[in-house]
């Protein structure tokens, strides 16, 4: 076998080569360092497909009953209805099975995501983007983990907490990760006089901006981000700006945005 250099290669060789060691060609390419931690798929809850086969067969039962006192249209019609079930439980069970095949592993440096049929994905904490669409603001408060992961290339993958278990683990993991490895690079570029871009806001010594309106930070009173939204209070006046889903590393920009506030210049 020649050994793929070149994310192409690694996902042509796919039908051949063990997933495991996709997985570390993968991490050998994008030079992510030691392997750290694995998280499996959720497992498989076979609840709704017991379901479906409980339904089909009372289903079935009535019509071969209807159909044996002699209304045979109506019991043909009930057991064409009972396949429905049994075809709801087949897809489910397809969707099972590929899933069981799903894995994401932590690395020094990143981050790979494969699911059942598709690529294997690298992510590197340098120069990954992560949109989280609920941010957990007290360890008690219930979150439902959903994060979306882009790199350089146009490389994609969105993880949830419903195909991959231990969720609250990975999400904090690949938060911190990113956070402490590029949040040193954004610091430097605001105190060089720079603007930080994070989707439609951008941090400047000077102010906040959204979109082209600039806010600032004299006038930035607080900044909240607990209703979904990331909202700013401006001489007592909340004012919306963009849903927190949509801010790419919204923890870097958050820490960013807080120390601003808390010292502006001048």
Same mark, same amino acid.
């Given at each position: 076998?020649?050994?793929?250099?070149?994310?192409?290669?690694? /996902?042509?060789?796919?039908?051949?080569?063990?997933?495991?060691?996709?997985?570390?060609?993968?991490?050998?390419?994008?030079?992510?360092?030691?392997?750290?931690?694995?998280?499996?798929?959720?497992?498989?809850?076979?609840?709704? =497909?017991?379901?479906?086969?409980?339904?089909?067969?009372?289903?079935? #039962?009535?019509?071969?009953?209807?159909?044996?006192?002699?209304?045979?249209?109506?019991? =043909?019609?009930?057991?064409?209805?009972?396949?429905?079930? =049994? &075809?709801?439980?087949?897809?489910?069970?397809?969707?099972? $099975?590929?899933?069981?095949?799903?894995?994401?592993?932590?690395?020094?440096?990143? +981050?790979?995501?494969?699911?059942?049929?598709?690529?294997?994905?690298?992510?590197?904490?340098?120069?990954?983007? +992560?949109?989280?669409?609920?941010?957990?603001?007290?360890?008690?408060?219930? +979150? #439902?983990?959903?994060?979306?992961?882009?790199?350089?290339?146009?490389?994609?993958?969105?993880?949830?907490?419903?195909?991959?278990?231990?969720?609250?683990?990975?999400?904090?993991?690949?938060?911190?990760?990113?956070?402490?490895?590029?949040?040193?690079?954004?610091?430097?570029?605001?105190?060089?006089?720079?603007?930080?871009?994070?989707?439609?806001?951008?941090?400047?010594?000077?102010?906040?901006?959204?979109?082209?309106?600039?806010?600032?930070?004299?006038? =930035?009173?607080?900044?909240? /981000?607990?209703?979904?939204?990331? $909202?700013?209070?401006?001489?007592?006046?909340?004012?919306?700006?963009?849903?927190?889903?949509?801010?790419?590393?919204?923890?870097?920009?958050?820490? &960013?945005?807080?120390? &601003?506030?808390?010292?502006?210049?001048?």
């Amino acid at each position: 076998m020649i050994t793929p250099n070149r994310p192409e290669d690694v /996902a042509d060789t796919r039908h051949t080569v063990p997933l495991t060691q996709l997985i570390h060609l993968m991490a050998e390419y994008q030079q992510l360092g030691a392997h750290r931690d694995t998280f499996l798929a959720t497992p498989a809850d076979d609840t709704f =497909v017991r379901g479906c086969g409980i339904i089909a067969g009372c289903i079935a #039962t009535i019509g071969v009953i209807v159909a044996g006192v002699g209304g045979w249209q109506g019991g =043909v019609a009930l057991l064409v209805l009972a396949g429905a079930p =049994v &075809l709801l439980a087949l897809h489910r069970g397809m969707i099972n $099975r590929q899933n069981r095949a799903a894995r994401i592993d932590l690395f020094d440096h990143g +981050v790979t995501v494969y699911r059942s049929g598709q690529r294997v994905a690298g992510f590197r904490w340098d120069s990954t983007e +992560v949109r989280q669409h609920a941010i957990p603001f007290h360890d008690t408060t219930p +979150v #439902t983990y959903l994060l979306e992961l882009s790199g350089p290339g146009g490389v994609e993958a969105t993880i949830d907490e419903e195909g991959f278990a231990r969720a609250r683990e990975w999400a904090r993991a690949i938060q911190s990760a990113v956070t402490a490895t590029q949040l040193p690079v954004a610091v430097a570029a605001i105190d060089n006089g720079e603007t930080v871009a994070f989707g439609d806001l951008s941090l400047s010594l000077d102010a906040l901006t959204f979109r082209d309106e600039a806010l600032s930070w004299e006038a =930035v009173q607080l900044i909240d /981000a607990r209703s979904g939204h990331i $909202r700013v209070k401006l001489s007592g006046v909340w004012m919306s700006l963009a849903p927190v889903g949509t801010i790419p590393n919204f923890y870097i920009f958050n820490e &960013l945005a807080e120390r &601003l506030r808390l010292t502006p210049v001048g």
